[in-house]
């Protein structure tokens, strides 16, 4: 099974209404701006840094609804990148224009280790979406053979 690069999230979740926060930023459910929102990739790096970490993205927003810049708190740079290169792949709608959205991903290891490197990627609202996966077993065979399929 290939290891998937990113994950396309076709966010119907239902319009959710509008938020006054009290510094005067507007807060806004992800379900009511983003047209298209792709959510980060688990990549081996990710895979080999922590068990746990949640990152926080606070996306400005133009009059357009494109992204001006990211705001990130949690995590470190090298999961920024993820969720950074995810989101300017992302379409937002220009109904939240000159807003700010504010994204929680938390990247998840537990389980049983194994060779399957499968993402499952759970939405909990309002803007918090799950990625996880269990630790991969580390694959030392350097004969080219591919574990548990009997060829060469």
């Known amino acids: 099974m290939r290891n998937t690069a990113s994950f396309l999230i076709a966010v119907s979740l239902g319009v959710g209404a509008l938020e006054?926060?009290?510094?005067?930023?507007?807060?806004?459910?992800?379900?009511?701006?983003?047209?298209?929102?792709?959510?980060?990739?688990?990549?081996?790096l990710a895979r080999s840094l922590?068990?746990?970490v949640s990152i926080t993205?606070?996306?400005?927003?133009d009059q357009k609804g494109s992204v001006i810049s990211i705001d990130f708190s949690g995590g470190n740079p090298r999961y920024w990148a993820e969720v950074r290169l995810a989101i300017d792949q992302s379409h937002f709608r220009s109904v939240c224009s000159n807003t700010i959205l504010e994204l929680t991903f938390?990247?998840?290891?537990?389980?049983?280790?194994?060779?399957?490197?499968?993402?499952?990627?759970?939405?909990?609202?309002?803007?918090?979406?799950?990625?996880?996966?269990?630790?991969?077993?580390?694959?030392?065979?350097?004969?080219?053979?591919?574990?548990?399929?009997?060829?060469?």
């Not at 983003?34 to 990549?43: G, H, I």
């Not at 993205?57 to 927003?61: C, D, F, K, S, V």
């Not at 499952?120 to 399929?149: A, E, K, M, Q, W």
């Open 20 to 44: 006054a926060a009290a510094d005067s930023d507007i807060r806004v459910n992800i379900g009511a701006c983003a047209e298209e929102l792709r959510v980060p990739a688990f990549s081996p």
């Open 50 to 52: 922590n068990s746990s």
């Open 57 to 61: 993205a606070r996306i400005h927003l």
């Open 106 to 152: 938390t990247f998840e290891i537990s389980g049983p280790p194994s060779y399957d490197s499968q993402v499952s990627v759970t939405f909990r609202g309002p803007n918090h979406f799950v990625l996880h996966t269990n630790p991969l077993l580390p694959s030392i065979d350097r004969t080219g053979r591919i574990p548990g399929s009997g060829k060469n």
